[in-house]
């Protein structure tokens, strides 16, 4: 893609917000710790997906004994929020990502020296749509009809330009009950296939993904998209997220699978 020179002002502070949120590292800039392997020690993340997916990852069932997928898969269609990357969160936020499927599936990771860009930090935020008006595709964002192929762009370039692993994302569509829109941080992971080009497929940076948990819920769109209404409603409020995370880890580390009634 051709881009426009970017300001040395504005390069140099990119550059800043990047090692500063790479410095701090992402389980500090979470928050702390969160869930972990009993096997390695590797913190642990999970992505929800719909059952035809879902069931690759099963240990048990109908998939048994079959090739399991190598890591998580990496979404290259328009219309993600950060480009072509591997969706997913920490196990801080159990079932943040619920809406996208009943199928939770949680891998294990080393986050440790991934570049960082923190998109919910207002300065790193404002940093970017700089950046974006310094380049040509910038106006097929604003100005025309195809804003969803322009993001995947603008956003695949930029990571690819400064080189992030991570982008670190408040949620952009949610549920009142399963995802805190507030609190809750969304994670797109880069998958490289040399540097400076993103690959497809599945992200390996995601290890020993599986099956861990099946959620008893459906979702609808509403509000155009920007949020998503559980059919049944959970029956018991709040829902403790602390409380999932473990038995979520739980059945992880035992190769077993957890049920989140509604």
Not at 15 to 44: F, H, K
Not at 146 to 160: D, G
Request: aromatic share 12%; with cysteine; charged share 15%.
């Amino acid at each position: 893609m051709t881009r426009a020179l970017v300001p040395s002002a504005l390069d140099a502070a990119i550059y800043a917000t990047i090692a500063g949120a790479t410095t701090t590292g992402l389980v500090s800039l979470l928050g702390g710790t969160w869930p972990t392997s009993t096997a390695t020690g590797r913190p642990l993340f999970i992505k929800f997906m719909g059952a035809r997916y879902g069931a690759s990852y099963a240990v048990k069932g109908m998939k048994a004994g079959g090739a399991k997928p190598a890591g998580l898969f990496v979404s290259t269609s328009a219309g993600f929020t950060w480009g072509s990357a591997c969706y997913a969160t920490p196990l801080l936020y159990p079932v943040s990502t619920a809406i996208y499927g009943r199928c939770g599936v949680v891998a294990e990771a080393d986050p440790t020296g991934w570049r960082l860009f923190d998109a919910t930090d207002p300065t790193a935020q404002q940093h970017y749509l700089d950046w974006v008006r310094s380049q040509p595709y910038g106006r097929l964002l604003m100005l025309t009809t195809h804003s969803q192929l322009a993001n995947q762009f603008l956003r695949n370039a930029f990571r690819t330009q400064y080189e992030i692993d991570c982008v670190v994302f408040p949620p952009d569509e949610s549920n009142q009950f399963y995802t805190r829109r507030t609190r809750d941080k969304w994670l797109a992971v880069s998958e490289w296939s040399s540097p400076g080009e993103l690959a497809g497929g599945y992200c390996s940076r995601f290890l020993n993904p599986r099956l861990a948990v099946i959620l008893a819920e459906e979702f609808e769109v509403e509000k155009r998209g920007l949020a998503r209404r559980a059919l049944i409603g959970p029956t018991s409020l709040p829902l403790s997220h602390t409380s999932l995370a473990t038995d979520i880890a739980t059945a992880y580390n035992s190769s077993d699978i957890a049920t989140v009634t509604a």
